[in-house]
Nanobody
């Protein structure tokens, strides 16, 4: 059974940093894209970043967030710097259905339960 477990969310002041981690189990994901999405209250789930043979970022987080993965440990991380109140959301990690990076939720087959990030002004 595939399982993704996120950790690292919390409350931080604007300008601060957080590091999210996602541990995947149940199969090997090294051949698949892995990504982070977020969903703020009342809004749709949106793409944040993804990593495969390359990386891709949403324009809103470029230069502030960095995605990385450790295939040996089946983990993916998201380093978030210079956080803004508009980054407040539940953050989800996901495993793609291929090595290709997708920016839409339908490109991902497995999802974690989410971790809440709150950025205060």
């Amino acid at each position: 059974q595939v399982q993704l477990v996120e950790s690292g969310g919390g409350l931080v002041q604007a300008g601060g940093s957080l590091r999210l981690s996602c541990a995947a189990s149940g199969r090997t994901f090294s051949s698949y894209a892995m990504g982070w999405f977020r969903q703020a209250p009342g809004k749709e789930r949106e793409f944040v970043a993804a990593i495969s043979r390359s990386t891709e970022y949403a324009d809103s987080v470029k230069g502030r967030f960095t995605i990385s993965r450790d295939n040996a440990k089946n983990t993916v991380s998201l380093q978030m710097n210079s956080l803004k109140p508009e980054d407040t959301a539940v953050y989800y990690c996901a495993v793609g259905n291929s090595y290709r990076i997708g920016i839409l939720p339908r490109a991902y087959d497995y999802w974690g339960q989410g971790t809440l990030v709150t950025v205060s002004s």
